[in-house]
Structures are given as C-alpha cells and as structure tokens.
C-alpha cells in the first residue's frame, strides 16, 4: 500500500475543498475556496468551468504544503462534486465553450414542458428514475448546443466533450473522459437499468453520444495526474450525495442520510434494485464498485443552506451563516412567520418548477430573528417533507437519521429537526462525509482500505439529538408549514 493519506476533492456549488484523510478516516488537513456565483437572468445560475478547475487545484496544492506531503504521499485521489452542473468544452484544447449551467437553473423549464406534453415524462422516468425537470443535466447540455453558434455541428463531429463536474476535473487532471455510474444516473440521458446511456433519451434530447463520457463504476482508477507534482492515481468519481451516505457507512438496505449542504438531500440505500417511487422522490444509482450496483432513493430540497446565504448576502440581517443559530435562539419560535426558501422552484415531493419564495405569517411583532429563525427551520420542514415521503414509498419506518453536511453542525437547527420528526438525529465525529465517501471509494480501489467492514468500523458518533416534543406540537407545525407551502405553490 504506497502513500500514507487518500485526497478527497469536494467540489461543491460554492465553494471547492480539499481534504486529507489518513487510514483512520480522520482529517488531516483541509482547504476551501469560494468561486462567483453567476446569474445572468432571474432563476438563471452559471459557474465559470476554469475558476471550478482553478480554485480546485489550488485547494488540493494547499493541502499538500500544509501537511508537508508530496505525490509519494497520497495512495489515491477520489472526486465528489456537485451533481448535474453542466460543462461543455473542446476535446483538443479544453476550453470551455460556455460557462457551467449549474444544477440550480430554471432556463430549461419550457423545454422540459414541452417534453412532458409530448408524453415524454413517462419513459424518462422508467429509463433513468428521474423526473423531467430542468435539475437534471440533459437539458442543459441542449441549450448548450441551441444557443452556443457551431456547437451542435462540432458535437456532432466528436469535437466537444460534455461532463458534470467530476469529469471536467478529471479531464483537466489526467485528460481522461469518463464519469461514474451515480453521476450518470443525474443526467436524464443514462439508463439505470442497464447502466448505459440511453438512444431513445438523447434522441429526445437531441444530444450525440459522441460527446458523452464513458460511464465506470464509482472506484477503480480512471487514470494518473501529474498536477499535483508526481504521479497519483485518480481512483474514485461520484456524486456527492450518493458520495455522502457511503461516507456515512450507509452500505445496507434501508441506511438512511441526510446532508445539509447549499441544498438538502435525503437518501435512503435501496440495495442492488431500485424502488420506484410513488410520491415524486428519486431512483438513482447511489455507486458502483466492481460489477456490483447500489441503487437508492433521493429526495431533493434545492435550497437549504442557501437561504442562510441569502439572509447574509442579500438581506444583509446576519453578517455570518454562523451567527445564524445565536441569532435564531433569541426567540423561542418563529412567532408564526413561515419562509418558504422556493427560489428556484420546489424540490421533491412538489416538483413545482415554477414556485417561487415567500415569507407568511408576518405581523408588526416578528423582528430579525424570527425571520432567521424562520429560514432555519424552513431546512428542517422541507428535511421532513422527504422523510415522511420515503417511508410512505418504502412501507418502512425509518428509525434515525444520520446527517452530515456544514448546516448540521447548528445544534437549534438539529434539535428542531429531531423534534419536527419524532426520531432521533445523529451526528458522526466527521461531518465530511460528502469528501470521505469519496476517500473511502478511492481508498479501496487501489487497497488502502481492505473492505466494507472496515470502512464501517472508521464511522463514529458524536451526538444523537433527542426529540422533545408531543405529537399534537408536532401535527401542529407540520400543519403551519404545509400552509405556506400552500401559498408558494404556481
């Protein structure tokens, strides 16, 4: 087993990190930067593909110096990266041809009604366990090509690739174009079924095979970069969301986890067939390792910890996400004001692409920390909202929550959830569990860890939050939420 550490490349939707880990999973070093958000339209987000690849390389350079490592160092790189944002670039000269459209845009709304009045929706949803909504990559990658002059005809002809984020930075890191399984399955375009990407889906989207990456199971090595010095084997690429529940050692049917991230993603692992829901949650391919699928179920909520960036950088009422929780805890409740955080429409179980954020309930008595208190505890209702739509899919009680993910670390804001659910909520010693997923899959690729059992070993608590409530309190703001939902709605 050559190098001491595995690095983990998160790429997330602000912000890009690097993380070592050592053979016991804990972290030796981290470094984090924030790249511009672009909205060049209401509802309308874009990412600068070359600042993503840029702020990445420069985080994972950091993280050597600071633990004095070099290439000889690092046993493997695994990637995790946000999923469904969208990059198209020149095969010869890797320049991008547009900026990242990311996960979060709505400009592909009309197009995606289109599809589902031509009877589409269907078809999408039984080939890929997904439904037609402008989240998913498939429609970016069209208007890449309606809007971009030449680049329909230059696809056509192999000369562009496509990719999500991890294999833009697998392409700027070992010049290889490939992606995993879990990120695949995100596309609209890749078959679940037969881990394939689908003919009849890209004819529908109008987009050519020839410009799609070959899809791998989640580990094994997809190819060696020298950006870091020395060569170092790029050994695993997934989703972060799937990346999240196996660095939460969720590796059993029925594990469950919930990341608060920018947005909220709840994922319960389904194991080797997937389960179709019934109430607007997703079928995924959680990852691949040999030639052996996982598949889960996902909720989405797409804007969890971005509403608390919000109060910072547009209201202007809390100067750091931080303070949010002292903030929030000098009032004992939200005083009735609901914030419904639908920004870029609602998530499942509504699919409401066109629902756009409100704030109900106010009176001449709500101040600054009720609102605050308010956007915290819309990331608890919209959590709840999924889980309650999983167990009713799955006929299972789930008896627990794992959470992982920046938010989780405001202790009000997982009490409230713990009381919100009637479960308890538990928290690892590592909430990293997005880039350790990622570590772990790199890790058993080339041998750094021996297996599943000793990966579940590494996973420890740190705190289980108890719920406090009755359930008449309970039904009681489930009901008050469920009302301004009501009033969000199109």
């Given at each position: 087993?050559?190098?001491?550490?595995?690095?983990?490349?998160?790429?997330?939707?602000?912000?890009?990190?690097?993380?070592?880990?050592?053979?016991?999973?804990?972290?030796?070093?981290?470094?984090?930067?924030?790249?511009?958000?672009?909205y060049p339209r209401p509802g309308?987000?874009?990412?600068?593909?070359?600042?993503?690849?840029?702020?990445?390389?420069?985080?994972?350079?950091?993280?050597?110096?600071?633990?004095?490592?070099?290439?000889?160092?690092?046993?493997?790189?695994?990637?995790?990266?946000?999923?469904?944002?969208?990059?198209?670039?020149?095969?010869?000269?890797?320049?991008?041809?547009?900026?990242?459209?990311?996960?979060?845009?709505?400009?592909?709304?009309?197009?995606?009604?289109?599809?589902?009045?031509?009877?589409?929706?269907?078809?999408?949803?039984?080939?890929?366990?997904?439904?037609?909504?402008?989240?998913?990559?498939?429609?970016?990658?069209?208007?890449?090509?309606?809007?971009?002059?030449?680049?329909?005809?230059?696809?056509?002809?192999?000369?562009?690739?496509?990719?999500?984020?991890?294999?833009?930075?697998?392409?700027?890191?070992?010049?290889?174009?490939?992606?995993?399984?879990?990120?695949?399955?995100?596309?609209?375009?890749?078959?679940?079924?037969?881990r394939a990407w689908d003919p009849?889906?890209?004819?529908?989207?109008?987009?050519?095979?020839?410009?799609?990456?070959?899809?791998?199971?989640?580990?094994?090595?997809?190819?060696?970069?020298?950006?870091?010095?020395?060569?170092?084997?790029?050994?695993?690429?997934?989703?972060?969301?799937?990346?999240?529940?196996?660095?939460?050692?969720?590796?059993?049917?029925?594990?469950?986890?919930?990341?608060?991230?920018?947005?909220?993603?709840?994922?319960?692992?389904?194991?080797?067939?997937?389960?179709?829901?019934?109430?607007?949650?997703?079928?995924?391919?959680?990852?691949?390792?040999?030639?052996?699928?996982?598949?889960?179920?996902?909720?989405?909520?797409?804007?969890?910890?971005?509403?608390?960036?919000?109060?910072?950088?547009?209201?202007?009422?809390?100067?750091?996400?931080?303070?949010?929780?002292?903030?929030?805890?000098?009032?004992?409740?939200?005083?009735?004001?609901?914030?419904?955080?639908?920004?870029?429409?609602?998530?499942?179980?509504?699919?409401?692409?066109?629902?756009?954020?409100?704030?109900?309930?106010?009176?001449?008595?709500?101040?600054?920390?009720?609102?605050?208190?308010?956007?915290?505890?819309?990331?608890?209702?919209?959590?709840?909202?999924?889980?309650?739509?999983?167990?009713?899919?799955?006929?299972?009680?789930?008896?627990?929550?794992?959470?992982?993910?920046?938010?989780?670390?405001?202790?009000?804001?997982?009490?409230?959830?713990?009381?919100?659910?009637?479960?308890?909520?538990?928290?690892?010693?590592?909430?990293?569990?997005?880039?350790?997923?990622a570590a772990f899959l790199a890790?058993?690729?080339?041998?750094?860890?021996?297996?599943?059992?000793?990966?579940?070993?590494?996973?420890?608590?740190?705190?289980?939050?108890?719920?406090?409530?009755?359930?008449?309190?309970?039904?009681?703001?489930?009901?008050?939420?469920?009302?301004?939902?009501?009033?969000?709605?199109?």
């Amino acid at each position: 087993m050559a190098g001491k550490y595995v690095l983990a490349l998160d790429q997330g939707t602000t912000s890009s990190r690097s993380i070592l880990f050592n053979h016991d999973g804990a972290i030796v070093t981290a470094a984090s930067q924030e790249f511009p958000q672009v909205y060049p339209r209401p509802g309308w987000v874009e990412h600068d593909p070359l600042a993503i690849w840029e702020t990445q390389i420069a985080t994972a350079a950091a993280v050597l110096e600071r633990a004095s490592a070099g290439p000889e160092d690092i046993a493997a790189i695994g990637i995790t990266n946000q999923r469904e944002t969208t990059v198209v670039w020149d095969r010869a000269t890797g320049q991008p041809v547009h900026n990242a459209i990311v996960w979060q845009c709505r400009r592909t709304t009309d197009t995606c009604e289109r599809l589902k009045a031509a009877g589409l929706e269907d078809e999408f949803r039984k080939r890929t366990g997904l439904v037609v909504d402008a989240y998913f990559s498939g429609t970016k990658v069209k208007w890449i090509l309606d809007h971009v002059a030449g680049a329909r005809e230059r696809a056509e002809r192999g000369e562009l690739c496509f990719g999500t984020i991890d294999s833009w930075l697998l392409y700027n890191l070992a010049g290889v174009h490939a992606t995993d399984y879990a990120n695949a399955s995100r596309t609209l375009m890749f078959n679940i079924h037969e881990r394939a990407w689908d003919p009849l889906l890209l004819e529908k989207l109008d987009v050519p095979a020839a410009m799609l990456p070959e899809a791998r199971p989640s580990s094994g090595v997809f190819g060696v970069t020298k950006a870091l010095g020395g060569e170092i084997p790029v050994a695993a690429l997934i989703g972060d969301q799937q990346s999240a529940l196996f660095g939460q050692a969720g590796f059993n049917a029925n594990d469950c986890k919930n990341t608060y991230g920018t947005g909220c993603f709840l994922l319960m692992n389904t194991g080797a067939k997937p389960v179709v829901s019934e109430s607007g949650l997703l079928t995924t391919i959680a990852w691949g390792i040999g030639d052996e699928v996982t598949y889960a179920l996902e909720g989405s909520v797409f804007v969890a910890g971005a509403v608390v960036q919000w109060l910072r950088d547009e209201l202007k009422i809390i100067d750091s996400a931080a303070e949010s929780e002292a903030v929030a805890a000098q009032v004992p409740d939200a005083n009735g004001v609901h914030l419904v955080p639908a920004f870029v429409g609602l998530g499942a179980p509504y699919w409401d692409m066109r629902a756009r954020g409100t704030i109900t309930g106010l009176t001449r008595g709500a101040n600054r920390a009720h609102i605050v208190r308010a956007a915290l505890e819309s990331i608890a209702f919209q959590s709840a909202d999924l889980v309650h739509t999983m167990e009713k899919d799955t006929a299972a009680h789930i008896p627990r929550l794992k959470v992982d993910g920046g938010a989780c670390a405001n202790n009000l804001l997982m009490q409230f959830q713990a009381d919100l659910l009637g479960i308890p909520v538990v928290r690892g010693k590592t909430i990293e569990t997005t880039a350790l997923g990622a570590a772990f899959l790199a890790g058993l690729a080339v041998g750094f860890w021996s297996g599943l059992d000793e990966l579940a070993a590494i996973w420890r608590l740190d705190r289980a939050f108890e719920p406090a409530w009755d359930p008449a309190r309970r039904e009681a703001a489930l009901a008050g939420w469920a009302d301004a939902v009501r009033r969000t709605k199109s």
